[in-house]
């Protein structure tokens, strides 16, 4: 049987456990309260992750053909109605003033940003159908992600609605790259027309 000073020690002992229970208690709710907060926080993470991933675009199929005059950016040109071009028009005035006198712009480009190529053993090359109605030589650039890969000089086919066609080697090539014609010194009326080109193997030439 407790003595009555053992039964008055239990009971200080019991009320002494009682405020460090509750303190447990706010404790753990606040660890719990914490858990949920960084929980919200990773979902939100990735819902944000996911909402600014950007779609991948879908892989290109060899041969690919794609008008000039649906260029994803240019610093030059406009479309112009050609009646023996592709579709009808051109990206026209290329690397030169819109309106008269038509003078040279240096440094244009027409640039494709979402071509995704296909994995391939076969090296690929690009041709360019264009037009040109001046006797002034420029070199066109073809660009890769920004560098040059390789140029070609177009032809005066003394018309601006006369097309001839020449190519770039542009090698191995796969995945997401941008594609751009670049001219650094253009002339009066422009470069050239650009109708369209087509990306193929070499070997299908
Ligand atoms: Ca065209």
């Known amino acids: 049987m407790k003595t009555q000073k053992t039964q008055k020690t239990e009971e200080k002992q019991s009320n002494a456990e009682a405020p460090q229970t509750a303190s447990e208690k706010n404790k753990q709710e606040k660890e719990r309260t914490e858990r949920k907060l960084q929980q919200i926080v990773v979902v939100l993470l990735l819902l944000i992750a996911i909402a600014c991933k950007k779609e991948e675009p879908a892989t290109i199929t060899l041969p690919y053909t794609r008008e000039c005059e649906t260029a994803d950016a240019k610093n030059t040109g406009q479309v112009i109605y050609r009646s023996a071009a592709s579709g009808s028009k051109v990206m026209g005035q290329f690397s030169c003033q819109n309106a008269e006198p038509w003078s040279a712009i240096p440094n ?22 264009y037009s040109k109605y001046s006797a002034a030589k420029s070199w066109i650039y073809l660009k890769i992600d920004g560098v040059v ?34 001219v650094s010194e253009s002339q009066t009326y422009g470069t050239a027309d650009l109708d369209m080109f087509t990306i193929k193997r070499i070997q299908e030439d």
């Not at 940003?113 to 090359?125: A, G």
């Not at 601006?160 to 191995?172: A, E, K, L, Y």
């Open 108 to 129: 244009g480009y027409v640039r494709f940003t979402e071509l995704n190529f296909p994995k391939t053993d076969e090296e690929l090359m690009i041709e360019l159908r």
């Open 149 to 182: 890969r390789d140029s070609i000089m177009p032809l005066n086919l003394g018309s601006w609605n006369i097309f001839s066609q020449d190519t770039f080697n542009i090698g191995h090539l796969v995945g997401h790259h941008s594609l751009e014609f670049f």
